[in-house]
Nanobody, 120 residues
């Protein structure tokens, strides 16, 4: 069974940092493009960051503005998102997505999300 589990969310003050992790199982991470999305209440889900297989392509949402870093460790079947200089508007539920490099429609896995709350 394919599983995607996010962790590392929590409550942090503006300007603080968090490191999210996404642990996968049941599939070979190395052939999946990996992404972080987020969704705030009343808003649509938006792409935070995406990293391709072999890390040859990395893309961030415009709002990231150099504050976040996405990385992956295929040996550990884990994706990371280091978030620095957090803002109140970063408050959202953060989701991990795994999309097969060659069959994205057939093999597309989502986690349940981890809540990030930025508040003074």
């Amino acid at each position: 069974e394919q599983q995607v589990v996010e962790s590392g969310g929590g409550l942090v003050r503006p300007g603080g940092s968090l490191r999210l992790s996404c642990t996968t199982s049941g599939f070979t991470l190395a052939v999946y493009d990996m992404s972080w999305y987020r969704q705030a209440p009343g808003k649509e889900r938006e792409l935070v960051a995406r990293i391709s297989t072999n890390e040859d392509s990395i893309h961030y949402g415009d709002f990231v503005a150099g504050r976040f870093t996405i990385s992956r460790d295929d040996a550990k079947d884990t994706l990371y998102l280091q978030m620095n200089s957090l803002k109140i508007e970063d408050t959202a539920k953060y989701y991990c997505n795994a999309q097969h490099k060659f069959w994205p429609g057939a093999y597309n896995h989502w986690g349940q999300g981890t809540q990030v709350t930025v508040s003074a």
